[in-house]
């Protein structure tokens, strides 16, 4: 049979953005692999994707094929198939009968970055844009608090720094990131393959910090204080640009105490860095121009915030930034940047007043409660898989007279307490645009084969439930031909979508960008806000501090959950390769620790907060600090046999900014079982 060859890209929350080639051949399973054209993934996948997507994403009997409705109780995962329309008829029933009684802000949903597709991830806004829900401020789950801390001091969290202009670099300094497993192909090209300096400041030794010249291991939570202590030396080696900080930055004199105490002997007592490594990373820093990339691990801490406005010190203080090898970075809204207007995508003009909006630290709480929400929508997220206070939002999620609405690909934990459950097409089964976060790409998503069984795109099901509502503002209805010609149209694609096909990805620029080089900042002085009345306003502390987080007394560990090479967040838990490379659920605890608690390799032990409990397997190793213990997210808690997973230790204390998670920096007891 002949074969035909597309491009596409992935879609998936992560750094890279990989462009892929599909090879289809007839009406069935296609085979993905890596694009060899594509600059940042250079041919291969993930090892993940790579058995995934040629895996559990095309395995008729682990999709989700038809709509179904809810047969047994809450949770059973019992359910019977019905027709398109019996589901969407039935569903706009429920939810007017619950507006009309209640109120539109009785409905929520919550939503996050299951598919980053452009019109997958932003149409169905306008469903909901419309009916007036609440909803569960999506970036509370991830990086709220890292958004805010930046946008206070710089305007903006959302530009960074063009990857390419490391080429200019002389340091590449990675804090609390760890491409290795979160942007493998940007871990592997563009950061081991750079000749410059490679500083990285994680609590663990991830393959990242392996790779790097120096490796700085903190306390978690302290890096505050060794971002004051990279300042102390910086200042004493006359690193700082006296004439930048004078035109460009507000407050600098206010932050000079705090600069001047940390010293190298002060900063490595808190911290727990050596001096010789904070004056050889203070060294690199200052030798000349250097990206300092903040990760979203690195916020999600207690003191997420004024962590991230601490760092952020090192380029306003130093001057590097809108130079050639200079910049900061946490998130590249490549989209935007390419001049998408994403807000008219989602909809926004079909909100009547702003929506009502809970953070996912109260979500459980708010879920009990019989008075405020009676029906829940969730699309493009797993939140009893990911989700803190597990074991309450379970039960939250059994309540009868919570009407609930599932839309996903798989038959996740959430879709077991659905009373409907709606099949999404995946990204292999319809045209879509894709972008990197941190590369400045933009790419092609091409359907390859038809969507399995009755399943539909994202956009396609809320048109069908707006309908059914008996809406009728034409915004509702846009096709994708039309929404497409006008997102190419506007992010200046030339060609048309059967053009950005054949390439397969453009990037925004052709040459490297030099963000801020024109050094206005959209902070209400214009210039870079060390110290921030508008931070004041909000309850927060008018200039970024040294203060780090108690360390963890002796009966009690720090647990760290990153992300891990096998899996993108909690997906793929369901492929059974990717299960098996994954072995059983563990805990990683420092030789030290197991030691003194008479714990080997292989037992099992028992982590216990004032959240739950949760039993797993012990791996020793000397990955993290001891006091430190790791155990990666990602599993599905219906496949393990504890029936949960970490978030079942996520206690959901909120950071200090934006009601964020501070999920890095939960606290457990650990025994032997
Ligand atoms: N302990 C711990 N917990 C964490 C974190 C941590 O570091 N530690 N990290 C947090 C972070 S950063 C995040 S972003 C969240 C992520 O948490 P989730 O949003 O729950 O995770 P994803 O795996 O991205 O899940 C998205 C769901 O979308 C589905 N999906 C994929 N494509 C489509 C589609 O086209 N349409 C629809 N409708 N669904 C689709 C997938 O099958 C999957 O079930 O987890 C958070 N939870
Ligand atoms: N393979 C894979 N890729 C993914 C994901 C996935 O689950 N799997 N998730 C995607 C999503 S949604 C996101 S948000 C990104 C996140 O990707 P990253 O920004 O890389 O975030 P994490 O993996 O949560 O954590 C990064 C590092 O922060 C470190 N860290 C924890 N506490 C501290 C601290 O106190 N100080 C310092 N300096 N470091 C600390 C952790 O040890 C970890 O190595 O990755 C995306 N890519
Ligand atoms: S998840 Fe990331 S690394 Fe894996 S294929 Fe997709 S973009 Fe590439
Ligand atoms: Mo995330």
Known sequence: MSKTILRSNCPRDCYDGCGMIIEVSGDGPVRVLGDPDHPVSRGRLCSKCAVAYNGVWQDETARLQFPLRRIGSKGSGRFERVSWDEATEEIAARLKKIVADHGADAVLHTHYSGTLSLIALLFPMRFFHRLGAAEVDPD????????????????????????????????????????????????????????????????????????????????????????????????????????????????????????????????????????????????????????????????????????????????????????????FYYINDTPSMAGLDMAAVAGAGLLKSAPQSIGHMDLAPELARADRFRALLIWNTNPLASAPNQAQLRTAMAREDLFTVVVDCFQTDSADFADFILPAASFLEFDDLTFSYFHLNLGVQSKAREPLGESLPNQEIFRRLAAAMGYTEPELFESDAELMARMLDQMGIEGGFDALQRRGHVSVTPETLQLYSQLQFKTPSGRIEIASASAEQLGLPHIPNDEIDEPAVTDRFRLITPGSDLRMNDSYANDPKLAERAGVAAVVLHPADAGRLQIRDGDRVLLENEAGALELQARVEALALPGVLVAYKGRWPKLEAARANVNTLHTAHAADMAGSTSVHSTLVRLRPV
């Open 140 to 327: 509370t789950i991830c990086n709220a608090a890292g958004h805010k801390a930046w946008d206070l001091m710089f305007g903006d969290s959302n530009t960074g720094f063009d990857p390419r202009t490391a080429d200019d670099a002389n340091c590449l300094l990675l804090w609390g990131v760890n491409p290795s497993a979160t942007g493998p192909h940007t871990h592997r090209y563009w950061f081991a393959e750079s000749p410059a300096t490679k500083v990285v400041v994680d609590p663990l030794r991830t393959e990242t910090a392996q790779c790097a010249d120096i490796h700085l291991q903190p306390r978690p939570g302290t890096d505050a204080a060794l971002a004051f202590g990279l300042l102390h030396l910086l200042h004493r080696a006359g690193k700082f640009d006296n004439e930048f900080i004078a035109r460009h930055v507000l407050g600098a004199d206010e932050v000079m105490p705090l600069i001047e105490r940390a010293t190298p002997s002060r900063t490595a007592a808190l911290t727990g860095v050596p001096e010789d490594l904070i004056d050889s990373a203070a060294q690199a820093y200052g030798a000349g121009p250097a990206l300092l990339w903040a990760g979203q691990g690195l916020q999600r801490q207690q003191r997420g915030g004024n962590i991230m406005r601490a760092i952020g010190l090192l380029p306003a203080l130093t001057g590097k930034i809108g130079k050639p090898g200079c910049g």
